[in-house]
């Protein structure tokens, strides 16, 4: 069974392996931190996005499930974690606990942000088609990124609705985010960014906007040769 089967549901909850390799306290007890991000994603995230994920504490992972691994430093320059697929084709996120701290943010921030991003988009390469032709990266938190909200005293990433993806009106009252701060579709609260895909004359290629020093990253093989010209985001 591939891991996009058991995505949809057709295999149960995907077990994620969390492998704390890191050096540099995370700022919350490695286990306690974990039951958090579980407890989030069962409590706020499951229930609008479906998908359930199984989360364990372990020093390996077993070669169907996917991973979650904290390292001090970032491999790639201003990263301070992404989400990727490992030389088996499995998906892993890495959070760069040191590079986290360095930048003045939460190690559990920038976890929640890549857990819930590798959840529905575990390969990265996912866009949404706004009435102008623009494409939107799936990312769900960027455009609140730095709104966040407390699970058991432990901060925790804001993210976006399903319908923060659908470029035609809402009712009233739609919520486009989990806070409620978005009062339409591909909109940002102060902060946040967004990683757009134009189709034009020329090459295709991003806009970033307003993340001016967050790592912009897609793995997508039709985005590769715009990477090097992107600034810094957590993807």
């Not at 189709?199 to 590769?224: H, I, L, M, P, Y």
Request: net charge negative; charged share 25%.
């Amino acid at each position: 069974m591939s891991f996009t089967q058991a995505q949809a549901g057709q295999g149960g909850a995907v077990s994620v392996a969390c492998i704390n390799m890191a050096s540099v306290d995370l700022g919350v007890p490695f286990d306690k931190l974990t039951a958090a991000l579980q407890k989030c994603y069962d409590e706020h995230f499951l229930p609008v996005w479906g998908y359930p994920l199984k989360l364990y504490n372990t020093t390996a992972a077993k070669p169907s499930d996917w991973q979650f691994v904290y390292f001090d430093t970032a491999d790639e320059a201003g990263a301070l974690g992404y989400h990727d697929l490992t030389k088996d084709g499995q998906p892993v996120s890495k959070v760069f606990v040191r590079t986290t701290l360095d930048a003045n943010e939460l190690v559990s921030v920038t976890a929640c942000h890549e857990l819930f991003e590798m959840a529905i988009d575990p390969i990265a390469n996912l866009w949404a088609e706004a009435k102008d032709g623009t494409e939107y990266a799936y990312e769900m938190c960027d455009a609140v990124e730095e709104d966040t909200f407390l699970v058991d005293g432990i901060q925790m990433s804001n993210f976006v609705h399903p319908s923060w993806f659908e470029p035609f009106n809402h009712p009233p009252g739609t919520k486009f985010d989990h806070l409620g701060l978005l009062k339409k579709p591909f909109s940002m609260t102060k902060g946040g960014y967004v990683i757009v895909k134009e189709e034009g004359k020329g090459d295709r290629g991003f806009r970033v906007q307003t993340k001016e020093k967050r790592f912009a990253r897609r793995t997508g093989s039709d985005t590769a040769a715009s990477i090097a010209s992107l600034p810094a985001r957590r993807c």
